[in-house]
């Protein structure tokens, strides 16, 4: 990884790539710094400090603390994310998307313009209900609609600017613009989180049992780390025969392939689908007067992932169960509506391919179907698992989540494998040129 960093930095077109993308980083972050004009921020953060959920304290890790100090980017680029796996969702339902998806690049550029409006859509839906629920709260020195809409102006307009860099990252820098966006959001809070550990687990121990506790923390985090990669980077290689056929005088095919299968297939959309249906109920009702003393507020704290695996309070751990029961869902959910092994099937018959030992047409996809359902109910698991394990800690010593394990884990750890990826691709293909220019 970093031999490939070392070999792109001595390429003065990709170093420039590298340049553009960093610069467009410290935009970002700048961005992050700057107050909504007429907001007193100290409101948010004292309700995000003093809500019964962690569901706001994840946005913010999402929006690089952001949405804590009521910045010009506050809703950050959460609401192109938004829009995006609306519209991936709904490809599979409008057979006029389905159709544009399948149009090659001309049908993608049309999808793109749908997700932009979408997104500025949403950013104004969501700065209007964070203005109005926070301006009841105090919000604003003085509430007026002049202020809200100077709020949702500022914010969804900091929503639009975000998903503009976003997009030049992807064309002028070394790619992957959006996920770059969120990783330098979630690495931004690194060091709170780091502090918070430090000030629970070390400022108050002996010398000898600091050491003890740094190195529980450093192998717990290295062995999370390299299951995340692993669970990230593993495949299921289905191998493909092609057979020989005639063209012309010659016999041509007979190749071996494979159909490389992700174990993590549908990736962190799982969890994110689950986070999401857990935590809305609560979101809603941290900006009414709750009675949590009631049956209906103690099932809304057991919808909090804050009050899971906690000693004394083991009855709200249900949600957990009902949190790892939706995240497999999910996650077969997902992948059916973005992987059809009967289309697969279909288009290997009519390449002349087929799986070795297999026959082509539904015998294919069958076989395909379950071979899937197998490995997305291990790709599944192991999600739960890097999801778990920060959720238990918290629970049993009672610290707070730290943003950069669990889902923030997984998508840190695939945004850098995937830009990695993308640096080493350009790299080839700068070489495939020079040798071509040769």
């Not at 792109?8 to 909504?36: D, H, N, S, Y």
């Not at 709904?90 to 057979?95: M, N, Q, V």
Request: proline share 3%; glycine share 8%.
């Amino acid at each position: 990884m970093w031999e490939t960093l070392r070999n792109a930095l001595k390429i003065k077109e990709i170093r420039g790539k590298l340049l553009f993308t960093l610069f467009m980083l410290i935009v970002v972050r700048a961005g992050c710094q700057i107050p909504v004009p007429g907001v007193n921020h100290s409101v948010v953060a004292d309700f995000v400090k003093n809500n019964t959920g962690d569901a706001f304290n994840f946005f913010d890790a999402m929006t690089g603390g952001s949405f804590m100090t009521m910045s010009i980017f506050a809703l950050n680029i959460t609401p192109y994310i938004t829009s995006s796996i609306i519209v991936q969702l709904l490809t599979i339902a409008i057979p006029k998307l389905e159709e544009l998806q399948k149009d090659g690049e001309d049908g993608r550029k049309v999808i793109l313009k749908i997700t932009r409006y979408l997104t500025v859509v949403l950013a104004l839906i969501e700065s209007l209900a964070m203005a109005i629920g926070f301006g009841n709260k105090g919000l604003y020195d003085n509430y007026t609609w002049y202020a809200v809409v100077i709020t949702v102006v500022t914010m969804t307009a900091g929503s639009a600017i975000l998903m503009w860099i976003g997009e030049q990252i992807t064309q002028y820098g070394v790619g992957n613009g959006i996920s770059i966006v969120l990783l330098i959001n979630i690495v931004s809070s690194l060091p709170d989180d780091f502090m918070t550990l430090y000030e629970r687990f070390i400022a108050s121990q002996t010398v000898f049992m600091k050491v003890v506790a740094i190195v529980i923390i450093l192998a717990l985090l290295v062995a999370m780390i390299a299951f995340t990669v692993l669970l990230q980077e593993a495949i299921r290689k289905i191998p493909v025969q092609y057979a020989k056929k005639m063209q012309g005088r010659k016999m041509v095919g007979g190749q071996s392939s494979h159909i490389p299968l992700k174990v993590n297939t549908a990736g962190v959309i799982p969890v994110i689908f689950a986070s999401s249906l857990m935590t809305t109920p609560v979101v809603i009702a941290q900006f009414f007067n709750v009675d949590y003393s009631t049956f209906g507020g103690k099932i809304l704290l057991s919808l909090s992932s804050s009050n899971w695996c906690k000693p004394e309070a083991p009855q709200y751990s249900v949600g957990f169960l009902v949190y790892a029961v939706l995240i497999v869902l999910f996650a077969y959910f997902y992948t059916s509506i973005t992987f059809n092994p009967i289309e697969i099937a279909n288009n290997m018959k009519k390449q002349g391919g087929f799986v070795t030992g297999i026959r082509p047409g539904k015998p294919t996809s069958d076989y395909l179907a379950r071979i899937l359902n197998y490995i997305v109910f291990i790709g599944a698991i192991g999600l739960l698992i890097v999801c778990a394990i920060p959720i238990i800690v918290s629970g049993v010593f009672n610290v707070t989540q730290m943003s950069f394990m669990g889902t923030s884990l997984i998508i840190i750890v695939g945004v850098v494998l995937e830009t990695f990826k993308q640096i080493e691709a350009q790299m080839t293909v700068r070489n495939y040129k020079g040798f071509l220019n040769s």
